[in-house]
């Protein structure tokens, strides 16, 4: 306990003086701050279900107000008329409900709802209640009762002055990798990890509210977990060809080859080192109009610069990599790529130069720049599992309330 008061303390002393004192009630508290989802603009909104405050859905779950929307959901506050409990009703897409080739997130819930409760990992996953269709105005709609959870970690992050402080961002990470590895485990890829997508138990916004003041403390004193697997794909069946936030995109991707459960620890890598920085590892955008090079060779090259060449073990399981990388002629038969970009840009960093931008004390820097270097090693078959992660030094006494 006292080591955790220390490193508290030392978190609230780094606050005073990153944050503006009008912008902050005081050095252990942090305003959060919320926007409004609006549905998004250029999809079908009559593939959305209409839901009225305090319609009835399965005879069962009253539909209280909206928490928020996605590219293929609606997700409603709701009270369990049987139980009085309140839960998150979220409401799928109609396009997706006899969708055999996209994505079975009813499915993939049910998956991780029947792995072993014995896993710790199984508590850091967002967990699922009931499920049933509802028919409406444009068709049947998948519906999952899920966990009703509170803020998310980007609402936190994006509250924060600059960079997250160290502590934090270990605490998150290390709850995260426990629900990925709990879901690996299930045969269960992601694949869509980012800030959105982490909720906190136990602090939430009220109705209408749109910030708060939260105990910097109540931040420890949560379990961050892992949500919406609308994106998801089964070790066994993989339906998306193009998979992940743009930025965390991992280089398996990007290349063509073939991508597992370790395209989810670097998308989780990108988007810790986001968070411990303060910026995006990544801007595959950057100046893309004076290089002339599209946002795959722009993202391409920063990995280059920042961890350097592919292996060309790597590269030649790329069906793209040809596009991007020289070809070695000795090798042309078996189409071997040598690993040097056709456009190689104009960086020249590394990652102890970016996280030492966070604006951390220097003794903090050495494990979690080593930890981020096993989560965002270039070839797959080298970069650490969720499992591996958790037993790295910078797991090790993570600070709890």
């Given at each position: ?187 269960i890829i992601h694949t869509d990890i980012k800030g959105d997508n982490i909720m906190m138990t136990g602090i939430g916004f009220e109705e209408g509210q749109t910030a708060k003041d ?34 965390l995109r991992s280089p398996e991707v990007l290349i063509g080859a073939p991508w597992d459960t370790k395209a989810d620890i670097w998308n989780f890598g990108c988007l810790m080192y986001e968070f411990a920085r303060g910026a995006v590892l ?120």
């Amino acid at each position: 306990m006292p080591a955790m008061y220390r490193a508290l303390s030392s978190m609230r002393n780094t606050l005073s003086r990153r944050v503006d004192r009008s912008a902050r009630r005081s050095a252990s508290t942090i305003r959060i701050t919320r926007a409004a989802a609006p549905l998004p603009r250029d999809l079908d909104q009559t593939q959305y279900c209409p839901v009225h405050k305090g319609e009835l859905f399965s005879d069962r779950y009253e539909a209280l107000r909206s928490l928020g929307c996605g590219a293929y959901s609606t997700v409603w506050l709701a009270r369990d008329i049987r139980t009085q409990q309140e839960c998150a009703l979220k409401i799928l897409v109609s396009s997706l409900t006899d969708n055999k080739r996209g994505p079975d997130e009813m499915g993939v819930m049910r998956t991780l709802q029947e792995g072993s409760s014995q896993s710790p990992g199984k508590e850091h996953t967002c967990q699922l209640f009931d499920t049933f269709v509802h028919h409406g105005p444009y068709g049947r709609h998948i519906c999952l009762v899920l966990e009703l959870l509170g803020l998310s970690a980007f609402d936190v992050y994006r509250s924060f002055p600059a960079s997250l402080p160290l502590i934090l961002v270990q605490r998150i990470a290390k709850d995260v990798l426990l629900g990925l590895q709990f879901a690996h485990e299930c045969g269960i890829i992601h694949t869509d990890i980012k800030g959105d997508n982490i909720m906190m138990t136990g602090i939430g916004f009220e109705e209408g509210q749109t910030a708060k003041d939260i105990e910097i403390l109540d931040l420890f004193n949560t379990v961050y977990k892992l949500t919406d697997f609308g994106a998801a794909n089964t070790a066994s069946r993989q339906w998306a060809g193009l998979i992940q936030p743009v930025a965390l995109r991992s280089p398996e991707v990007l290349i063509g080859a073939p991508w597992d459960t370790k395209a989810d620890i670097w998308n989780f890598g990108c988007l810790m080192y986001e968070f411990a920085r303060g910026a995006v590892l990544f801007d595959p955008a950057w100046n893309n109009e004076e290089t002339g090079m599209d946002f795959v060779e722009t993202h391409l090259a920063q990995m280059v610069a920042v961890f350097g060449p592919f292996p060309q073990s790597f590269l030649v399981k790329g069906r793209k990599a040809r596009d991007y990388f020289d070809e070695t002629v000795n090798d042309i038969l078996t189409q071997r790529c040598a690993g040097h970009l056709r456009k190689p840009g104009d960086y020249n960093i590394t990652l102890e130069d970016l996280l030492a931008r966070g604006g951390h004390p220097p003794e903090e820097l050495p494990d979690a720049i080593d930890f981020f270097r096993r989560a965002l090693t270039i070839d797959p078959a080298a970069r650490w599992s969720a499992a591996q992660l958790l037993t790295h030094p910078w797991m090790q006494n993570v600070i709890t309330a």
